[in-house]
């Protein structure tokens, strides 16, 4: 017996298949596994080198990255960021961090790469 999803809509345990699609009978809910699963897979956080982060992870800075604000100055390539949070911050800012010797802020994922 095939495995179906439950609705990701109200939950109902009852799907079906129609053709491409999957089917709700209780709130009418149509969608494509494949879509499900793509959608999915774009909303993993990635480091620069395409590897998949997760929370508590350790990462590298892989390029300069020059602060802005009331201290100043410069994360170094190579600097190892521990711990890191996953979450929706300012902009594309995904990762929320403390850096050795600048402290709490939010870093890109496009600039770090995993330990």
Known sequence: MNYLPSC???GSEFTYEM????VCPECDHEWSPSEA???ADAA???DVNGNVLSDGDDV???????VKGAGGGTIKVGTKVKGIRLQQ????????ATV????????KSSVVKKA
């Open 8 to 10: 990701p809509e109200c």
């Open 19 to 22: 053709g491409e699609l999957i």
């Open 37 to 39: 699963a793509e959608a």
């Open 44 to 46: 993993l956080i990635r």
């Open 60 to 66: 590298v800075i892989a390029k300069d990255l020059p």
């Open 89 to 96: 911050g300012v902009g594309d800012h995904d990762i929320d």
């Open 100 to 107: 050795p010797g600048f402290g709490r802020m939010q870093l």
